[in-house]
């Protein structure tokens, strides 16, 4: 299986324990005399097949995010953390660069000036550029994704 498929079935299984984790919850109280609207027993093992599933689908993932390296030389493991810091980066320039785009109003001149202590258009070339190195990041780790197989066994 290839790790893009494996990261696909890792979202569907999380998706189905959360179905499945619902069910439970609707059939976990009934009105004394009512049958519930499932047998919660069937559910359980249903949700702990799903749970085993899960652990195994991250470990094999993780596993393999490890040993994969990218055409840079980066581990997948060390892509998608850099990957994670620029959307922070990004996210934290952008934030920076709303902040100081706000009108300051003053009715006077006696209020108090504000005045920005950061420069804006240097800020946003920052946040472009980390926007765009992470998307540059992304594109290359979901490449390696849909090429590289799933390694299952230690």
Same mark, same amino acid.
């Given at each position: 299986?290839?790790?893009?498929e494996? *990261? /696909?079935?890792? &979202?569907d299984?999380?998706?189905?324990?959360?179905? +499945?984790r619902?069910?439970?919850?609707?059939?976990a109280? +009934?009105?004394?005399g009512?049958?519930?609207?499932e047998?919660?027993?069937?559910?359980?093992?249903? *949700?702990? #097949?799903? *749970?085993d599933?899960? !652990?195994?689908?991250?470990?094999a +993932?993780n596993r393999?995010?490890?040993?994969?390296?990218?055409? &840079?030389?980066?581990?997948?493991?060390?892509? *998608?953390a850099? !990957?994670? +810091?620029?959307?922070? !980066?990004?996210?934290?320039?952008n #934030?920076?660069? /709303?902040a100081t785009a706000?009108?300051?109003?003053?009715y &006077?001149? &006696?209020?108090?000036?504000?005045?920005?202590t950061?420069? =804006?258009?240097?800020?946003?070339? #920052?946040?472009d550029?980390?926007?765009?190195?992470?998307r540059?990041?992304?594109?290359e780790i979901q490449? =390696?994704?849909w090429?590289v197989e799933?390694?299952?066994?230690?």
């Open positions: 299986m290839k790790l893009g494996a *990261l /696909a079935r890792r &979202s299984v999380q998706t189905r324990i959360a179905q +499945v619902d069910r439970l919850a609707a059939t109280l +009934v009105q004394e009512d049958e519930p609207p047998p919660s027993e069937a559910l359980l093992r249903e *949700l702990d #097949a799903l *749970l599933e899960l !652990r195994d689908l991250v470990v +993932v393999t995010n490890a040993a994969t390296q990218l055409p &840079s030389g980066a581990t997948l493991t060390e892509a *998608l850099h !990957r994670d +810091v620029l959307g922070m !980066r990004h996210g934290t320039l #934030a920076i660069v /709303a706000q009108a300051q109003a003053r &006077s001149r &006696s209020e108090i000036r504000i005045v920005r950061v420069d =804006v258009a240097a800020l946003r070339r #920052a946040a550029e980390a926007a765009k190195e992470r540059e990041l992304d594109a490449q =390696v994704n090429t799933v390694m299952e066994d230690g």
